[in-house]
T-cell receptor
Framework: RKEVEQDPGPFNVPEGATVAFNCTYS??????FFWYRQDCRKEPKLLMS???SGNEDGRFTAQLNRASQYISLLIRDSKLSDSATYLC??????????FGKGTSLLVTP | ETGVTQSPTHLIKTRGQQVTLRCSSQ?????VSWYQQALGQGPQFIFQ???????GRGNFPPRFSGLQFPNYSSELNVNALELDDSALYLC?????????????FGPGTRLLVL
């Protein structure tokens, strides 16, 4: 079983829609959680860290459920520019990042 | 921008050859990690260097080796290239704040092995 699992999609949604991505992780010792965004043929870029209390950054909301080992990302009012692959990432302090395979999002006009 | 640079941007090699990829990270980011990202996959951890010593390694064979230099630059060397080594190679430098770590990625080197 892979350490981080994501639905690869693709998710095709119209502009203005709300879309949610889910991710599960297997290592209960994981301490830090992130969502990275990766555009086609580019490097991953940090979108946001994920905290147990949940956190929001504009149209993006991330949630963490440690008991269920589950992470989510909600994007409201989708824009064309949100089209990308979203990578769920977990790690333990001092260790490497563990990436999911990514979820592909395409926002259409 | 992350302040992490990589060279070259693209590279074509043939099986059996050797390749050296380079990374320059931000001043003060004394941890550098290398990842391999095959098409359609998430990045996979190769190894990590801290203060010029390897301090963690993923499931990659010894023909993948690295170096880190005092000026925050580093290298990834791959010997005896195989077709499956074709991938995007990413370098990331780490910023630590308390117990929170954030890794910032360079633009990557796209390697094609023929």
């Amino acid at each position: 079983r892979k350490e981080v699992e994501q639905d690869p999609g693709p998710f095709n949604v119209p502009e203005g829609a709300t879309v949610a991505f889910n991710c599960t992780y297997s290592n209960s010792a994981s301490q830090s959680f992130f969502w990275y965004r990766q555009d086609c043929r580019k490097e991953p870029k940090l979108l946001m860290s994920v905290y147990s209390s949940g956190n929001e950054d504009g149209r993006f909301t991330a949630q963490l459920n440690r008991a269920s080992q589950y992470i989510s990302l909600l994007i409201r009012d989708s824009k064309l520019s949100d089209s990308a692959t979203y990578l769920c990432v977990v790690n333990r302090y001092g260790y490497a990042l563990n990436f999911g395979k990514g979820t592909s999002l395409l926002v259409t006009p | 921008e992350t302040g992490v640079t990589q060279s070259p941007t693209h590279l074509i090699k043939t099986r059996g050859q050797q390749v050296t990829l380079r990374c320059s990270s931000q001043s003060g980011h004394n941890t550098v990690s290398w990842y391999q990202q095959a098409l359609g996959q998430g990045p996979q951890f190769i190894f990590q260097y801290y203060r010029e010593e390897e301090n963690g390694r993923g499931n990659f064979p010894p023909r993948f080796s690295g170096l880190q230099f005092p000026n925050y630059s580093s290298e990834l060397n791959v010997n005896a290239l195989e077709l499956d080594d074709s991938a995007l190679y990413l370098c990331a430098s780490t910023l630590r704040s308390g117990t929170q770590e954030t890794q910032y990625f360079g633009p990557g080197t796209r390697l094609l092995v023929l």
